[in-house]
């Protein structure tokens, strides 16, 4: 066991746990975090996916211990309200079918549109194509992204 | 899953209850006089089949019996019950029942949340409603007729007054109870406001906020966290493990071998390890050495084979109508051809999971996400050797279904290692256990040989059906129903049955059967209306045209579906060379479907682009959720036609999304969806679009490519997407 601090959704938590110990499980088993989700542990479906310093990062692929220092925001601190742009697309669009991949998209999505606030539906399939997602939601991805793209736009002008 | 025909009309006779609770809020349920009597004889407090309950402060409840999938049916069917009282939908609160009798059943699949429950919820509305207007009659001291319901309000037409249900409750309670066939209850679209309306699910705000819904998010203090190792080889038993050295590794505080039974639905042997995190059980599994026992040496080399050598025998007769032989001899055209799919897997993307928890008197409470949780109660009891009434099951949202959870393995699994351990555990599969230990879609092989008339018409189909099961019988979803299509659409007709025996586990996977054999059918008809010379869609209308005896589908509510399809599709429209349309039509679960699929082709390369869509379920209750369905199912089947499980020494070669690659986004068709809102009862949406997209977009496949796609996965045809 180690100790190790790690800053989740503005706060700091310290915890213990076996060094090689991936962050999803910090957040699962030990935080109770259990938004971000387990599919298939090596990589390459995106349910776990968190943002680290703004950019998506695969949870189940990275020690916790390696996290130390580093902004890690799940989908319990994207907004505790669901009001940031892409929940409120998503629950509009009425993306979720069964919901399990839907924190991984949720996340990834607000990466790509942090980086590009406009993304045409190519840069949409290209951000995209690490979440799987297998009740076929993707159509509504892509129009809930290009719907977050407007409230945040009219966020962006209103303020 | 059956295929049940719905049959208009109240079919079984239903009850209305009020009752005013001591905090003053209406209960208004529908029960049935089965589960009234269950309820009676056991002394037990009355719970309705649903109910809708009306609170002091104007919150209206509705109680979700079923468990949700992402079917949609945690919002669908209190939409009906919204609808019927005439309240605000945003007024309304959904609360999801945990397993018990008196609800009746409690389960997903076979498409029947919608069927089952119309007649209930709109009783419960409606029935809800006829009390408060008279309440407000009887207020005011005015005749009923005059009172007209609005937005959660009564209000008397000619004095204008009005009163919010929430006033008219004490009054509500005191009055006599309507009998059913009183109330008017809403059938037709043009009679609705709500229903057909666009209605984002009720559980919408937690996943997008990450609270906990699913099973893996079940947390109980003190919980345990647990992995559970199975022979690759179905069924093989413990003969060795070196769990002494397991039980000494870090966090873990558990392993002992389970001996287990030998039913493939059951608890099967195995090692279980339980750690204080589930990472730390699934650490101590890379160490852990199991020597297995097993007799089962499956392999899908071996499958092939064997179907090969089957093929060339008759087969059992299931059913034979008119000459077809010698229809054969004497038609114009004979066309042949055979058709393969492979198994495949559920892949639901939360892998099996159950939480258990064991109170020393011996009580169990589980939290299970399962598709049929009763199943799953009698499974534990029986295997436990504990009393059914000592096991608590609360049902939780599921991450995908598919049929994959109408068996309950991983809940007996939870349970037993729970009273090994006396108290709570999370037994959570690896995505490897999910991918190897699953109730796989079984494979097939389709012999067809049909023969054309000189006007061009198939007057005879000769079927041999090669497929899986044990002592000659066909397994868990491998059967075909001797009725299915095209029996009935010619007058010579003949289908065989050969069964390679196995010992791989199969069970129901969306649209049983269906979702697999529609695709050679569909495809078969292409090749006929081929060398028959004719249009898919003209061939189609005429196969559609007359029937022999019972038809086999509504052939009207079929053919307006394919006509739809086409005619939003611009079938027949001039095409670039590289491009191609294709169509199927399927019926089944009390569903209408028609796909037309448009490809690109790249050489070898395709891509779908987009999916036309006609539908018949009868009313659209969600238009979202209704076109989830029709959206999530193009492209599962899509998804599926690139994928295959295979076997080798009795056990699952694929284990995870590396090599069981589903469909990712840039991969993914648009798809346009039309329904034909007839005033037929409604019937489910979770399986009718999938068969018909499969053989829609192969189809199209071959008018891009002129490669006929006859074995799946689309590889096996030289195919890529």
């Known amino acids: ?159 | 899953m059956k295929t049940t025909e719905q049959k208009p009309g109240l079919s079984r006779r239903a009850f209305l209850k009020v009752v005013i609770m001591a905090s003053g809020s209406l209960m208004i349920g529908v029960t049935k006089a089965s589960t009234a009597t269950i309820a009676k004889a056991a002394g037990e407090p009355w719970i309705p089949n649903l109910y809708v309950r009306i609170d002091r402060d104007g919150r209206i409840t509705i109680v979700s019996k079923n468990p949700e999938a992402g079917q949609g049916v945690k919002t669908a069917l209190p939409m009906v019950v919204a609808e019927c009282l005439e309240v605000d939908w945003k007024t309304v609160h959904v609360e999801q029942a945990p397993l018990d009798d008196r609800y009746g059943r409690q389960v997903v699949g076979g498409s029947r949340g919608t069927p089952d429950g119309w007649d209930d919820l709109r009783i419960a509305g409606a029935g809800a409603l006829y009390l408060l207007t008279a309440a407000a009659a009887r207020k005011w001291s005015v005749p009923a007729s005059q009172c007209i319901a609005r937005n959660g309000s009564i209000v008397h037409r000619p004095s204008d007054r009005s009163a919010r249900y929430e006033t008219l409750l004490d009054i509500a309670a005191g009055l006599p109870v309507p009998d059913v066939s009183e109330l008017k209850l809403k059938r037709r679209p043009g009679e609705f406001s709500l229903l057909g309306s666009f209605v984002p699910g009720v559980d919408n705000p937690k996943i997008v906020t990450g609270q906990p819904l699913f099973g893996c998010d079940i947390r109980i203090d003190g919980m345990l966290y647990a992995i559970y190792e199975k022979c690759p080889a179905y069924g093989g038993k413990v003969r060795s493990a070196n769990i002494e050295e397991i039980a000494k590794l870090p966090g873990v505080t558990h392993a002992f071998v389970v001996e287990g039974t030998q039913d493939l639905t059951g608890l099967l042997p195995g090692v279980a390890i339980v750690a204080k995190s589930w990472w730390e059980a699934d650490s101590a599994r890379r160490r852990l050495r199991v020597t297995w026992r097993s007799g089962h040496t499956d392999s899908t080399i071996d499958y092939d084979t064997k179907a090969e050598g089957l093929s060339r025998e008759a087969g059992a007769t299931l059913r034979s109508d008119g000459h077809v032989e010698t229809a054969l001899e004497s038609a114009k055209t004979v066309v042949t051809a055979s058709y393969y799919y492979p198994f495949v897997s559920h892949a639901n993307m939360e892998p099996q999971n159950c939480t258990a928890l064991y109170h020393e008197s011996g009580a169990m409470e589980l939290w299970a996400p399962s598709q049929n949780p009763k199943a799953g109660r009698i499974l534990i009891a029986e295997t436990l050797g504990i009393p059914e009434n000592s096991i608590r099951v609360n049902l939780t949202r599921i991450g995908g279904g598919f049929g994959r959870r109408l068996v309950n393995d991983f809940m007996v699994e939870a349970a037993w290692i729970a009273r090994e351990i006396r108290g709570a555990v999370q037994l959570q599969w690896s995505r490897e256990d999910d991918m190897r230990h699953d109730f796989y879609r079984p494979a097939a092989w389709h012999h067809f040989t049909a023969g054309i008339n000189d006007r061009n018409s198939m007057i005879a189909f000769d079927h041999h059906f090669v497929t899986f099961g044990k002592d000659g019988r066909p397994a868990s979803g491998a059967g075909i129903p001797s009725g299915h299509y095209p029996a009935g659409l010619v007058p010579h007709f003949r289908l065989r049955r050969s069964v390679i025996e196995t010992n791989v586990p199969t069970g129901p996977w969306r649209s049983p059967g269906h979702s697999a054999y529609c695709w050679a059918y569909q495809s078969f008809f292409d090749e006929v209306a081929l060398a028959a010379g004719r249009d898919p869609l003209a061939f189609r209308l005429d196969l559609l045209s007359k029937s022999y005896g019972k038809p086999p589908l509504d052939l009207t509510r079929t053919r307006a579906t394919l006509e739809l399809a086409a005619s939003k599709a611009g079938w027949g429209r001039k095409l670039d060379d590289n491009r191609g349309l294709g169509m199927a039509f399927h019926f089944d679960h009390g569903g209408f479907v028609s796909h037309v699929a448009e490809v690109v082709a790249d050489g070898s390369r395709v891509k779908v682009e987009k999916v036309y869509s006609a539908v018949d379920v009868g009313p659209v209750i969600n238009l979202s959720g209704a076109k989830n369905q029709v959206e999530g199912c193009v492209i599962d089947a899509l998804s599926t036609a690139q994928l295959e499980i295979t076997f080798a020494n009795g056990a699952a070669e694929q284990g995870n999304f590396d090599n069981y690659g589903l469909l990712r986004i840039n991969q993914s068709p648009e798809v346009e969806c039309h329904f034909l809102q007839s005033d037929n009862p409604p019937s489910g949406l979770g399986e009718p679009p999938i068969a018909p997209a499969t053989p829609a977009i192969t189809n199209a496949i071959f008018a891009a490519t002129g490669t006929r796609i006859r074995k799946l996965p689309l590889i096996r045809s030289g195919i890529r997407i």
């Open chain 1, 1 to 159: 066991m180690i100790r190790i601090n790690l800053k989740i959704n503005g706060s700091i938590h310290t915890l213990d746990v076996p060094p090689e110990m991936p962050l999803l499980w910090a957040l699962r088993d030990k935080l109770n975090l259990v938004g971000t989700k387990y599919s298939c542990g090596i990589g390459i479906c995106g349910s776990c996916t968190v943002l680290v310093n703004g950019n998506p990062l695969h949870a189940c692929a990275v020690p916790a211990s390696a996290m130390a220092g580093k902004e890690i925001i799940t989908i319990e601190g994207l907004s505790p309200d669901g009001s940031h742009p892409v929940q409120k697309a998503w629950n509009d669009e009425d993306v979720p079918q069964c919901g399990y991949c839907q924190a991984g998209q949720i996340l990834t999505a607000v990466a790509l549109l942090a980086r590009n606030p406009a993304p045409s539906d190519e840069d949409i399939d290209v951000a995209m194509s690490g979440n799987l997602c297998r009740c076929g939601t993707y159509p509504r991805i892509r129009k809930a992204i290009k719907r977050a793209a407007e409230y945040a736009s009219r966020e962006r002008g209103a303020s």
